[in-house]
């Protein structure tokens, strides 16, 4: 057998390709056509200073490539396996017989200009260290502005990010044991979320390209698998901010029976710079072993990651990695690199920092604007979209308000005015008005299918809900709404062929407000719901079904993916984080929680209704104190009935004032109609007063208020019980230094270890 490498960016020289233009006139004219210069001159004369340019390099590396296997081809090669390092990946797809000379090129030609648009960033070789190695330093030091970009070999790891931080982090890699670390001399950060834009560009220019199947098996940098036909387009453009995953393409090969000198490296430096690590690699980690050759011969295929370390123990992830677990299609259609999502936290509590830090990772987050005021929310839009890469991935909660539509309704306004994309539907029993109009704002029909520019997630806990979200906007709600102008008639008709929502997140036991629902018996009744919808929109994209609620831990993310859903929200484990939008007090009580400090309580706004939530009760009265309340609301018909000294112990200890005193101020907040209820029935004005307690428990809770700490609500599920559990005598051990991305990092990292370690076991494959 024999495999064909092709070096990537690094690898020009000036004098590359000499003799190749003359021997072949054709190609080199094409070349020539289409970059608007000659291309002989650039590769034979330069100047350096332009060779090097991105936007020239990488043309030039794909024509030289391009060439110098036509003339191996000329000379009898034949090839088993093609692999290029990344920009070179599309040389093998020439070879391959999957883009003719001339497509190869104009694709690579518009990816050098997009990658060239690039500034601020910088890469870094780093040497003598593995790559779970990097990426602990990466967590440890908070290094949000770094990614590992290239892993080459075991032992040879590209970082990558802005340059700043890249220049900044040497004596942290070298105080590790890094034998060497060096900066390199590019301006982009490559393969990096910070490349998102340029990928957005890349994946519009591929969608008129037509890939053939490759007549030769070419390795994707991104699976380090052979491509799959209908996903090479997909990948290429993943491509751009994916790792390049060269040393597991090489251990996959030598698992394929593949020896060291059944590999020839074409390219400039006749075989100097990719074939080395084929030996590296060798030598260092040997080929993969059954376990992690088990998906085969796909583009979907999980990741091999690299070993990952937890309190001490360190597994060798055969089979799953973090960034494979869950649907590669909701990864792309939402730009994440996880199946991942933080869920928001009301009274931003999943705050604008939150969101900040998970989309520069690549992550997706919802902002909590439950609770919170219209200008609060507006201004956490634009402080989120100042200060995050454009296209990066970020949402917005949007809680329902069944007594208070009008508040729904001025929310759609604002996430349109904003053009916010994406949104977490929450609390919703039914669709409403305005769900539809910002599902139909952006809908449009492109090539046959029909497409949504607004996305929504709908977290539900019920079978017939989901079905609500998977069905076309109700009838009677267009037809309002075409009455009062809210939509226009192509609207509407768009919305009849589409399902109300994009995906549906099936919420267990959670923090909050919660229907203590269990994951087994709730994610496959709504993937049934699902699979039905899906059938029934043939012009819709993919319907994604995800699961958050009682997610704290790796074993409980793997469950949810056996189980099939194609994404995780995680919740509480966020709101004891350096980001979470609560007090430090609040966040010291949560770190030392355990599974069984919660309880539950009635929920303020719709206690009436007899709606609960989960919160702490470690160290606190409010569940008690909750409860009571809701008790004497329905055994009284007006605060006066209350038993005079009960009704002291209450006014002193709950709410350290009078109950008129509360209604006074309650009579400053609500509209002017609540009030005049509420003095016409008294039953109604205990409410008020009684929901006043269940404000100032939040309020207190969200400002660390030590003197009234006993009275705190904090919601919260036992997940993070779970979580501290967990990590406790690791790193994340202290809530401050955990972070939302690193949690995310090592828990899909974590899982992925664990359903590899089950998975083999259960295979037969030996383990513990």
Known sequence: MKAFLFPGQGAQRIGMGEGLFEAFPEQTACADYVLGYSIRELCLTGPMERLTQTQFTQPALYVVGALTWLKRVADGAKADYLLGHSVAEYIALFAAGVVDFETGLRLVQKRGA??????????????????AQVEDIIRRHGLTDIF????????????SGKREAVVAAEPLFLEAGASHYRVLQVSGAFHTPFMQPARDAFTRFLADIEFRAPQVPVISNVTARPHRPDAIARLMAEQITAPVRWSDSIRYLLAKGLAFEDFEELGPAGGAVVKPMVKRTQLEAGPLDAAELAAEETAEAPTVEAPTRMNGTRHKAAGFGAATLGSASFREDFGVKYA??????????????????MAKAGLLAFFG????????VEQAIQRIRSDIPPGAPFGMNFIAHANFPQLEEDLADLLLRHQVRVIEASAFMEVTPALVRYRAKGLSREGGKIKAANRIVAKISRPDVAAQFLSPAPERLLTRLLESGGITPDEAALLREVPMADALCVESDSGGHTDQGMPFTLIPATLKVRDDAQARFPDFARIHV??????????????????GADFILTGSINQCTVEAGTSDAVKDMLEGMNVYDTDYAPSGEMFEMGSKVQVLKKGLFFPARANK????YRQHESLEEIEPALRRQIEERYFKRSFDEVFADVKASYRAAEVERAERQPKHRMALVFKRYFRDTTRWALAGDLEHKVDFQVHCG????????????????????RHPDLIADRLMAETADLLSRRFSILLGEGGS
Do not use: C, H
């Open 718 to 737: 036992p997940a993070l019980g779970a979580f501290n559990q967990w990590v406790a005598g690791s790193d994340l051990a202290s809530w401050r230094n």
């Open 148 to 159: 590992a970009a290239n892993v080459n070999t075991p032992k040879q790891i590209v970082v």
């Open 369 to 376: 604007a439950g609770g919170l005021p219209m200008l609060a």
């Open 340 to 357: 991942y999502a933080a869920g928001a936290m009301y009274q931003g509590i999943a705050s604008a920092e939150l969101v900040i830090r």
């Open 629 to 632: 309340l809701v008790s004497l």
């Open 546 to 563: 995800g699961a958050g609620g009682g997610i704290g831990t790796p074993e409980a993310a793997a469950a949810v993916f056996v189980l």
């Open 114 to 131: 997009l990658m060239a648009e690039a500034t601020g960033g910088g890469m870094a070789a780093v040497l003598g260290l593995e790559a």
